[in-house]
């Protein structure tokens, strides 16, 4: 098997303990976006959640050393908000906001889809902000998720892009509930909803080829 980049290793033992930092968090109180933006000290208990992550994935937590350089530099780059804001944020091409008791394979789920929201680089964190927030508050669907400023290959130009998780793309009413939230939000352009039906199959939009199953 071919052998991890130490960089991609770092990369990827960033985003799992993100998530387990983030799961962490919320039991206990706030978010880990809105300890961030509020400036709230939150440093004994992010070294509590790194000391945990080490101790279940040493090589997880050497590779994350060996990518920032200590415990200290990674908090210092969630505080200037890597992993917290798109437009800041170089280890994950994705950030993943859930909504509450909402369980994160939940977007993996056949039946669900998602609105499409396409950003050039420059609008993408307010955006995002709008979105997370309101995901957060459970007011739109199960999930969002957004792409960031890491270079991703996958990528046909730099345009971001915003996904608003429903349960249940039968579920015409739910659906059309989060498109009306996003209009509310301002996002009241034309939008598109893709199925996770289409997803799985590797369909994509193309000249002559519709792959949206709504368009609000």
């Known amino acids: ?7 991609d290793l770092g990369d990827i033992a960033y985003g799992l ?8 968090l919320r039991v206990e109180g706030p978010p880990l976006f809105d300890l961030v933006e ?20 040493p090589d997880l937590g050497q590779a994350l050393i060996n990518a920032f350089g200590s415990p200290g530099a990674i908090y210092l ?13 170089t280890k994950m091409y994705w950030i993943v906001q ?21 950003l050039p680089p420059e ?11 309101a995901t ?28 608003v998780y429903t349960a249940d793309w039968r579920d015409e009413l739910d659906v059309m509930r989060v498109r009306n939230r996003l209009k509310e939000l301002g996002f009241i352009d034309r939008l598109g ?7 799985f199959k590797g369909e994509y939009s193309q000249k002559g080829k519709r792959v949206t199953f709504y368009s609000a």
């Open 1 to 7: 098997m071919e052998e991890l980049d130490p960089g």
């Open 17 to 24: 303990f993100e998530v387990m930092l983030n799961a962490e």
């Open 38 to 57: 509020k400036g709230t000290d939150f440093e004994a208990k992010f070294l509590s959640a790194f000391g945990k992550f080490s101790k279940e994935y």
């Open 77 to 89: 780059s969630i505080l200037e908000g890597e992993g917290v804001i798109p437009g800041r944020t």
């Open 98 to 118: 859930d909504a509450p008791e909402v369980k994160p394979e939940a977007i993996e789920d056949e039946l669900a889809g998602k609105w499409l929201i396409f």
């Open 123 to 133: 609008k993408v964190d307010e955006a995002w902000i709008l979105v997370r927030n």
């Open 136 to 163: 957060s508050a459970s007011e739109l669907g199960i999930s969002a998720k957004v792409s960031t400023a890491k270079p991703n290959p996958d990528s046909r130009d730099n345009t971001k892009v915003i996904y």
């Open 193 to 199: 909803y893709k199925r996770n039906i289409e997803t």
